[in-house]
């Protein structure tokens, strides 16, 4: 458990200690985090934890998400890829079995794990939800994460797509707060971005990446992690112009990283984190790309979550 004191990053405690901890999730003074062995739920501040489990008929647990406008509506997305609904703060849950059939049915696996496939991302607006399969496609749910089915500009099949369709290892994914048609899905293949809801997809850098960000504010302003392989020379890009132009803005950290890479992107209020995949964690103020390193202490860092 870190905290943000007097403008830095610092380890407050241990916590979870023996669990290898894949995702956490914040909001009303409730910590949640997806480990190998299921959720775990915090109601003070990380000093304890209990499972919170029930339900979970697949246990490791890669990416949770809050519904944003409803009050302890959680998803928690597995390996296997599986996607689970919580409606009483993880307290218990319910598979969601078009997924599993979804899985079956489009042979979706993982290079690394003999797992079929894994749900490594969620991004929701309103009642429209997207979900990151990974090696299997987009899904997108119509009903704010209830019940899912596969986007139309997306195979869910794990061979290389046609032209407007999505690459089908997608890692994860960004909905815009101006329209929950607007998406942006960092996948192996490279950048997407659709602009109708995932019918129909543009491939606007092509490389290997698995995290953007995206101004709230200004969506032409990206935030990019890619690679030209898996955790191959990975670096830090910006495009002011929606993607059509791109600029390093990880000079000062001597990128590209040879054996490492931007694995996702967290805004923590004006400050923007990035996590690597070799456990280091960078940090910028929004206003200006000045990166850094901060917890330098700490190892192994997988995901960060802001709790209000």
Known sequence: MCARQGG???????SLTG??????????????????QGVYRSD???????????????????WMAYHPDHSDFELAGSEPAGIFVSRDGARSWRACPEV????????????????AGCIRGFAIHGQRAYAAAEVGGVLVSEDGGETWRLAPGSQGKPISPPVEYVHP??????????????????T?????RSLDGGATWDLIYRCYCRAAWQNPLDDRH????????????????????????????SHNLNAPWPRHMVERFFQAGDELLAVLSDGEVLITPLENQTWR????EVRDVRAAALLA
């Open 8 to 14: 830095e990053w610092r380890p407050l405690r241990d």
């Open 169 to 186: 290892d997608v890692h994860s994914l960004l909905v815009h707060p101006s329209s929950p048609d607007r998406v942006l899905a960092p």
């Open 44 to 62: 003070d501040e990380g000093r304890t934890w209990q499972e919170a489990s029930a339900g979970l008929t697949i246990q490791h647990v890669r």
């Open 188 to 192: 192996g293949g490279g950048l997407y």
């Open 19 to 36: 669990q290898s901890v894949n995702s956490v999730i914040a909001r009303e003074g409730v910590i949640l985090a997806g480990t190998r």
């Open 100 to 115: 599993e059939e979804l899985r079956q049915t489009g042979g979706w696996y993982l290079p690394y794990s003999p797992e």
């Open 222 to 249: 990206i935030i990019f992690g890619p690679a030209d392989f898996v955790d191959r020379n990975g670096r830090i890009e910006e495009s002011l112009d929606g993607g059509r132009e791109w600029h390093a803005v």
């Open 293 to 296: 390193h901060a917890l330098s």
